[in-house]
């Protein structure tokens, strides 16, 4: 059964940092394309950043040179460093992991940015 367990959310204040960590169990991440997602309340799932089987990250715009995505193989864990927050970044951030034909989710954490 594959889960994956977001944590490092919180609260920060507009300029801040936060890392966000996804353990994957029941699959082996490194062999699959990794994601990270947020929805801010009223708005849909956005796409924040992805790391394939290699190192090659893509990014949304609006994230750029502020995240970085990363993963730690030997952990079975993909990371989301966020610096530079700002209020708009507020949002539940997930962390997802595609094996076709499944998509699998994790259960989210919320990242508030707020003075």
């Known amino acids: 059964q594959v889960q994956l367990v977001e944590s490092g959310g919180g609260l920060v204040q507009p300029g801040g940092s936060l890392r966000l960590s996804c353990a994957a169990s029941g699959i082996i991440a490194r062999l699959y394309t990794m994601a990270w997602y947020r929805q801010a309340p009223g708005r849909q799932r956005e796409l924040v950043a992805t790391i394939a089987n290699g190192t090659n990250t893509v990014y949304a715009d609006s994230v750029k040179g502020r995240f970085s995505i990363s993963r730690d193989n030997a952990k079975n864990t993909v990371y989301l460093q966020m610096n530079s927050l700002k209020p708009e970044d507020t949002a539940v951030y997930y962390c997802?992991?595609?094996?076709?034909?499944?998509?699998?989710w994790g259960q989210g954490t919320q990242v508030t940015v707020s003075s």
């Open positions: 997802n992991i595609v094996r076709r034909p499944y998509t699998y």
